[in-house]
Structures are given as structure tokens and as C-alpha cells.
């Protein structure tokens, strides 16, 4: 049984972000059709809703040398000030016969009011036409230009959530780090804000903020676009990162889980096997032939107790270090009839540590790998020993390779080391050199009460 990851597709959704991203960005864009003459709420309109503070006055425009104009009234000696910047702005000409509005003085301050001509507002009709600014300038359309602002904005924006989210390869991973993909991220925006849309008037099209000669203002207006769509794909990377980083963990635990349950499920299986099991009786049937009840006896009342104590902790997660060692030396005692005296087993368990915990079974896997894999004769007797040292169990045995070697699974010591895993977050430690075979278990200390 497996546990699998089942992720969304990133770049599809990271397109879906980045598009809506971009459609927050240009709302004015979308906005539009609503403020526009066609849209039924032309500037005329506006003036007359807002009749109290505008006022539209008709007269004629004088321009001097500089340029800077003034627009004299047919009733009146008061004139209207054009700053030279809206003359060539709006491309007005001497002898413009123009409809314009005002901002009345009284909404300056006091000590700007004394001598000060009113400054023109808006054209409203220029000799006797309707003034249109966007006809003026051949200005792009307005689909043109939103489309355009969509497409750049969801592009960048999806380069960005691209850098901040995507996984490279598990080489490269822990060297991108999110403060260096932040990092990167901003100097990409700080390039892209020199390649964002705007519209010229000078000619009038869609260029570049590094082709056209902006206003500060229109400048302002793209740096807070570009801003305002780094700092939100920065916060959704985070997000997305750590939603990720959830989701792994949940995966991973489910992983464990599952690797646990069949590690125990193997592990049972592999200690009731019935080569075992044949073993132990043919040992008790030779103790049997011989005549020896007392041994016969010790050797089914050690065969029950080993049996029982698998069957009884199989579930348990962890077991004292003196329960374990009686279970191991009843095991001990099984291989020790079978083998005679031909296999020894040093046990030195310093009392300090009898309360300390470990999983349950550990000691079965090793003791039974060491007999399965080793030569035991009488010329070349075992001799394994099972100490505690710094907090560890130690067992370690000399190599006395086999001829030919009985096959194995391979499960054991990694089933082992999984488990040890599981339950206490800690690692074991395998020495395999030429020859001598040594495996320490970290010890668990006992929970204070």
C-alpha cells in the first residue's frame, strides 16, 4: 500500500491567478465602457450634475509669444488662464472660438484668490463643435489598449508565480531558497517596468514606458502596477508553498503509516515462519531422543514464552529495555540447544539503563540475521556480543562467511531501520566492515513522572 501525492496542476492554476491578478490591476480598463459617452454618462452630463462647483463660460482664445493663453469673455473684461502646457497638449490655436469650464475662484485659497485669473478646466465645444481629446490624437482603442494591458500584466504575472513556485531539480531545490527567488523576482520587476504598455500622444500608439515620455505622474501609475503585482504573487507563492509543504507532510505521514503497517504485517510473518518453527521442534525432538526432561521442558516453557511474546507485542510500539532482553534471552536459549557449544552470547547490560525504551522486537531481526548468515562450527564457533554503551545497545559479531549463502529478502534490517524511524525519529547505525558486522540502536530514556 502507497501513498501518492495528488497535486492540481500548477500552471494551469498559476495562469488562472495571474489572469485575475492582471484583471484586478487594469479594473480602470474594465470600468471604461461604464465612464464613456457610449457607456450613456457622457462629460456633459457630469458638468451639469456637478452645476454647483463648475461653471462653463464661451469666449475666445488669445495666445502670447510663450504660448500661455487666455480665453476673454464677449460679456465681460475677466479672462480664463491656459497654462502653454494645455494649449500644446490640447492643440489649441489663437482665435479658437471655445466653450469651456472653470473651477470658480472660491475653492482656492484666500490668498490666492486676489488678482488671480481662473484656470480652464475642461474644453467643451471648440468653434462650434463638440471637442473630442481622443479624435485629437488618433488615440488607440480602448479594446486595443486593454488588451494589451491584460495580456502583459497576466504575463509577467504568471513568469513571477513561475519563479516563486515551480520546483527545480531536488540537486538545485535547497540552493533556491525562497529569499533568493524573492530576490529574483524583484529585480525581474524592476526590469518588466521598463517594457510595460503605455499610450503615447506624441505620436499617439502603444509604446513602452522606456519609449515614451511620460508625465511623473504616469510613471508613478505603472511603479504602483508592478509593485502592487509583486508583492501579491510573493504573498500566493508563500501561500502556495506552504499549502505544498502541508500537503507533503500529510502524504509522507500517510506513508508512514502505511510502510509501518506492512513492515509489522512482514516482520510477524518472518519471526512465525515455519522454518523457525522446524528448527525449534527438531531441537526439542533431539532433546526428547536423548532423554533429558528437565532440558526438554526448559526448552518448551523458553519456545512458549518466545512465541508468546511476539504474538502479544506485535502491536506494541516500544518495550523497556529489560523486557526486551528477557524476550531475547529466551531466543537466545532456543539457538544455543540448537547449536550447542558452538555459539556464544556475551550479554553486558548496565542496570542504569533497564527502564530505557526501544521497539518492540528489535533484538529478534539481529540475533536471528547473525545465526542465518554466519558460518557456526565447532572449529569456528560464534561468539556475539550485546552491550549497552553511551545511551545504545550495541550488538556486534565477527564474519565467518558461509559457503553458500541462504537466501534472504533483504527486509529485515531495512524493515528495521523504518521502524526505528517511525517511532522514535532516530536513526540506527550499521558498521559492515570485512570482518566484524555491528549494528547500535539509540536508546530512548524513560518519561519522567
Known amino acids: 500500500m502507497k501513498a501518492t501525492a495528488r497535486h492540481s496542476n500548477p500552471v494551469g492554476l498559476h495562469l488562472l491567478v495571474a489572469v485575475a491578478l492582471s484583471l484586478v490591476i487594469n479594473f480602470s480598463y474594465l470600468l471604461m465602457p461604464l465612464i464613456t459617452q457610449r457607456g450613456g454618462v457622457d462629460s456633459r452630463s457630469r458638468r451639469n450634475d456637478d452645476a454647483t462647483s463648475v461653471i462653463e463660460r464661451e469666449g475666445t482664445l488669445h495666445l502670447s509669444r510663450d504660448m500661455h493663453g487666455y480665453i476673454t469673455y464677449d460679456d465681460s473684461a475677466d479672462s480664463i488662464y491656459v497654462s502653454s502646457w494645455q494649449v500644446g497638449f490640447l492643440k489649441l490655436e489663437d482665435g479658437d472660438r471655445l466653450v469651456v469650464s472653470v473651477q470658480p475662484l472660491s475653492g482656492f485659497p484666500k490668498h490666492r484668490i486676489a488678482g488671480a485669473h481662473p484656470r ?64 529574483l523576482s524583484l529585480a525581474l520587476t524592476g526590469v518588466l517596468f521598463f517594457f510595460a504598455p503605455v499610450v503615447c500622444f506624441h505620436p499617439s500608439r502603444i509604446v513602452t514606458v522606456l519609449q515614451a515620455d511620460l508625465r511623473p505622474m504616469d510613471y508613478m501609475v505603472v511603479l504602483l502596477k508592478c509593485v502592487f503585482m509583486f508583492v501579491v504573487t510573493a504573498l500566493y507563492s508563500r501561500i502556495y508553498a506552504l499549502m505544498r509543504q502541508r500537503e507533503a507532510i500529510t502524504v509522507e505521514n500517510e506513508r508512514l503509516k502505511n510502510e509501518y503497517l506492512s513492515t509489522r504485517y512482514n516482520m510477524l510473518i518472518s519471526q512465525i515462519n515455519p522454518h523457525f518453527f522446524f528448527n525449534s521442534l527438531n531441537s526439542l525432538s533431539m532433546l526428547v531422543r536423548e532423554g533429558d526432561s528437565a532440558r526438554s521442558l526448559e526448552y518448551i516453557d523458553q519456545l512458549s514464552y518466545t ?67 554466519n558460518s557456526i562450527t565447532t572449529r569456528k564457533p560464534l561468539r556475539v556480543r550485546i552491550f549497552t554503551e553511551d545511551g545504545r545497545l550495541v550488538i556486534t559479531n565477527p564474519k565467518h562467511p558461509k559457503l553458500e549463502n541462504e537466501p534472504s529478502t533483504g527486509i529485515g534490517l531495512e524493515n528495521l531501520r523504518n521502524r526505528w524511524h517511525i517511532i522514535t525519529g532516530r536513526d540506527i547505525e550499521i558498521e559492515d566492515l570485512e570482518d566484524r558486522f555491528t549494528v547500535r540502536l539509540p536508546l530512548q530514556p524513560p518519561l519522567k513522572p
Open 120 to 183: 480652464l478646466n475642461d474644453v467643451i465645444l471648440r468653434n462650434g463643435e463638440e471637442f473630442d481629446f481622443e479624435a485629437i490624437y488618433d488615440r488607440p482603442s480602448k479594446t486595443s489598449e486593454f488588451i494589451w494591458q491584460i495580456l502583459y500584466y497576466a504575463v509577467v504575472s504568471f513568469i513571477l508565480l513561475s519563479i516563486m513556485t515551480l520546483p527545480f531539480g531536488a540537486h538545485r531545490q535547497k540552493s533556491w531558497t525562497f529569499a533568493r527567488r524573492l530576490m
Open 307 to 373: 512465541f508468546r511474546y511476539i504474538i502479544q507485542n506485535g502491536q506494541t510500539t516500544s518495550m523497556t529495555l529489560t523486557e526486551e532482553m528477557d524476550f531475547a534471552e529466551a531466543y537466545i536459549y532456543l539457538f544455543k540447544i540448537r547449536y550447542a557449544d558452538k555459539l556464544f552470547f556475551d550479554i553486558d547490560i548496565d542496570p542504569a539503563y533497564a527502564y530505557w525504551t526501544l521497539p518492540a522486537l528489535s533484538l529478534q531481526p539481529l540475533i536471528g540475521n547473525t545465526v542465518k548468515h
